[in-house]
């Protein structure tokens, strides 16, 4: 791997911020299932059920947990989304580039995702002014790539930055997924979607490559994005007058033990590697099932998502923000220099995502 890294943009720091409304999983889904669900028994039984076999011990909210008993408007969620994407997002900015030890001054481009709120101009326009970024940075804000934004905006990242060695960029994603709860839905899909998705915020901060001895991360060798046709009524979010109300169907994780491996194996075929060369998995940590597809598809040694794991017991799922909190315990531990790692990540469209990591 070391002979693809030297032209390559490399990771310098990822930091994560929350809302500080922090709850055991136990106690989350309580508050839920008496504000959505006090008039169908079974149906909170269900859901009870479903939220203490995610493998998630805390989740983070954007409002106080009490809060969730009243019924809110799409404008009023709205509201609360865009004020605290402006916190937890600047923080989790600043937090990324003091570790790399970057100005503000410095950065280049600012890619941003979502998939929980909406802004005209996007949330950037304010994180620019407030983090202090030059005002001629090229602004990339992307919207609707779901738990896939994190490794697409990283790809689009490195995109900008194979073409400016002596630039930096940053990601920042702010997912704040508990203000999309549906009250009227007792669907299956919305009870999956109401006991796995918390709030947090993720930045990543990437050093081009003539830089790159200043970065303590791994270089981004090549990535790839993936569009799966017929896939769009697997997953994704149905925006109404109740805001973006998730769905998720049952067959996502059948599909990614399917088709995913074959996108692995074809990727890391090009760069002339296969899984037994991957060091590290910075696998998007969907929830058990989907752990559970990818382990199996894909043949993973023992331990190999333990950090995608991690990630889900002490956040919960917080969409595109998730995979850049495993790459953020990944570059706490990393593998020996010279290794191979693969960030992946799926979304709705289906869209796979793939990063190839050089440490």
């Known amino acids: 791997m070391s002979d693809m890294s030297p032209a390559a943009p490399r990771v310098a720091s990822v930091a994560v911020s929350a809302p500080p409304h922090r709850h055991r999983q136990g106690d989350i889904a309580a508050v839920f299932a008496e504000a959505f669900l006090s008039a169908d028994a079974v149906v909170r039984r269900q859901f009870t059920g479903i939220a203490a076999h995610t493998g998630i011990a805390y989740r983070n909210l954007s409002l106080p947990l009490a809060e969730y008993r009243r019924p809110r408007t799409f404008t009023e969620y709205n509201e609360t989304w865009t004020a605290t994407a402006r916190r937890v997002g600047l923080d989790a900015l600043e937090q990324a580039l003091a570790a790399a030890g970057v100005r503000p001054g410095e950065v280049g ?3 941003t995702t979502t998939t929980t709120g909406v802004s005209v101009p996007s949330f950037d326009a304010e994180l620019v002014q407030r983090a202090g970024l030059p005002g001629h940075v090229a602004r990339m804000p992307l919207l609707g790539l779901g738990c896939a934004g994190g490794a697409a905006g990283l790809a689009r990242v490195h995109d900008y930055l194979r ?3 002596d630039d930096v960029a940053v990601l920042v994603s702010v997912e704040l997924c508990s203000l999309n709860f549906q ?3 007792t669907s299956v899909a919305n009870l999956v979607a ?3 998705f918390g709030d947090a915020a993720a930045a ?7 830089r790159a001895r200043e970065a303590a991360g791994p270089a981004l060798v090549a990535a790839r994005s993936r569009l799966h046709p017929g896939t769009e009524h697997l997953m994704g979010m149905r925006v109404g007058t109740g805001g973006f109300a998730a ?3 049952p067959e996502v994780p059948g599909f990614a033990e399917k088709h995913l491996p074959g996108e692995v194996h074809d990727f ?3 760069h002339g590697l296969t899984t037994a060369d991957v060091a590290s998995w910075v696998c998007h940590p969907g929830g058990p099932k989907i752990m559970e597809a990818l382990d199996r598809g894909l043949g993973l040694p023992p331990g190999a998502l333990a950090r995608s794991r991690d990630s889900l017991a002490e956040y919960g799922n917080v969409s595109s923000a998730s995979v850049l909190d495993v790459l953020r315990r990944t570059l706490a531990a990393p593998p020996a220099t010279g290794s191979a790692g693969l960030l992946l990540a799926l979304g709705p469209g289906l869209t796979s995502e793939l990063l190839l990591l050089a440490w």
């Not at 990543?204 to 003539?210: S, W």
């Open 247 to 249: 769905f998720l169907s």
């Open 204 to 210: 990543v901060v990437v050093l081009g490559a003539r």
């Open 268 to 270: 890391l075929t090009g």
């Open 183 to 185: 009250y009227a839905d």
């Open 194 to 196: 109401t006991s796995l």
């Open 109 to 111: 481009a600012v890619v």
């Open 163 to 165: 073409g400016r060695p």
